[in-house]
């Protein structure tokens, strides 16, 4: 399987800290996206960023991606409490693989 | 627009019981997925459809069937609910034919408790 897997399971921080997740992945793929889950509530999705793609940004969320390492960050800037969630990657090898979730990192921001 | 919605919220079944759940996409999107949600899981695959009247199995499909409607709906029923599919179910929808390689945008969620 090429499962993402998030790192760490869970993290801590106090408002106004960066916040960094991690994703790890098994074979290539086509694209990796990350989602946001709040408590009690379905899947946003934060940014997809393609195969052939490096870095990419929206708002205080930064997104990179190391195909040779088969790794991708997220970074959350000067965090909020609201940006308190699960924090998911997903890895699609295209075609007609299906799209595979990992297993979350819990970010709780402390005010 | 209410995006992608769910219903119902939240249910109770008794083991053996049947039930269908509901969900409905007002974006025009032609591709829609069942995923369920267990504690430690992650997200996992039950079906998707790639446009109304196809149907595809992901990871997890025994024990669920589906019906692509018409472009708008995809429901899940469980024929005879067991203690094992109690779970979160998400239901999502993706804009074009290419559904592993583009955003999806997912509903609130069902939670379904069978005893």
């Known amino acids: 399987s090429q499962q993402g897997e998030e790192d760490p399971q869970a993290l801590s921080i106090q408002e106004g800290e960066n916040a960094t997740m991690n994703c790890s992945y098994k074979?290539?793929?086509?694209?990796l996206q990350w989602y946001r889950q709040n408590s009690g509530r379905g899947l946003v999705h934060l940014i997809l960023?393609?195969?052939?793609?490096r870095e990419k940004h929206s708002g205080r969320l930064r997104v990179t991606l190391d195909t040779s390492k088969k790794s991708s960050s997220l970074l959350i800037t000067a965090s909020r409490a609201a940006d308190t969630a699960s924090y998911f990657c997903?890895?699609?090898?295209?075609?007609?693989?299906?799209?595979?979730f990992g297993k979350g990192t819990k970010l709780t921001v402390n005010p | 627009n209410a995006g992608v919605t769910q219903t119902p919220k939240f249910q109770v079944l008794k083991t053996g019981q049947s039930m269908t759940l509901q969900c409905a996409q007002d974006m025009n999107h032609n591709s829609m997925y069942w995923y369920r949600q267990d504690p430690g899981m992650g997200l996992r695959l039950i079906y998707y459809?790639?446009?109304?009247?196809?149907?595809d199995k992901g990871e997890v499909p025994n024990g669920y069937n589906v019906s692509r409607l018409n472009k708008r709906e995809f429901s899940l029923r469980l024929e005879s609910a067991a203690p094992s599919q109690t779970s979160v179910y998400f239901c999502a929808s993706s804009e074009g034919d290419l559904p592993y390689q583009e955003t999806q945008y997912f509903g609130p969620g069902t939670r379904l408790l069978v005893l």
């Open positions: 074979t290539s793929i086509n694209n």
């Open positions: 997903a890895t699609g090898r295209g075609g007609s693989e299906k799209l595979v």
């Open positions: 459809s790639a446009s109304e009247g196809t149907t």
């Open positions: 960023i393609r195969s052939n793609e």
